[in-house]
């Protein structure tokens, strides 16, 4: 991002977890309770791009393996006779879906609680900065109306 933005940039999709990364702004006053917000942020992505990225290999390399070993019990070669890779049914497919997320329902839970753990602190940290930010501007307004 530009030096004056003022703002956090999301970049295209990663090759690996297919989530947008965020650059996140660091204003010049940060408080603590703001860092503290911005550091759960950036260690929530970090989080959901690594179990992503590990999940999306996983099931990459699962289906192919699913499809080569159907494609080769049924006597066929990853590509036919034009070059074109050779493709299973939906029904079949569905079954690979099925056993995947059966085989995987378990990391998705813990996954999902620990979203959910790390989102709610987010949020929680997020309603303290705003009422550290309306008590500030508070503050400012009654000085200045002194004035």
Known sequence: PPAHSRNDWIG????????????F????????????????????????????ARHNRAFCQEKEEFIYSRLK??????????????????????????????????KHMQYNRDWYKRNFTITFLMGQVALARALRWLRWKKKNVGN
Not at 12 to 23: A, E
Not at 80 to 101: I, N, R
Request: hydrophobic share 30%.
């Open 12 to 23: 295209p999709p990663d090759k690996h977890s297919n989530l947008r990364p965020v650059i």
């Open 25 to 52: 702004y660091v204003s010049p006053e940060e408080s603590s309770l703001e860092r503290r917000l911005r550091e759960a942020r950036q260690e929530a992505q970090t989080c959901d791009q690594r179990f992503w």
């Open 73 to 106: 019990a049924k006597g066929l070669e990853m590509r036919d006779v034009t070059g074109q890779k050779a493709t299973l049914s939906a029904e079949e497919m569905a079954d690979f879906y099925k056993d995947f997320l059966s085989k995987n329902f378990r």
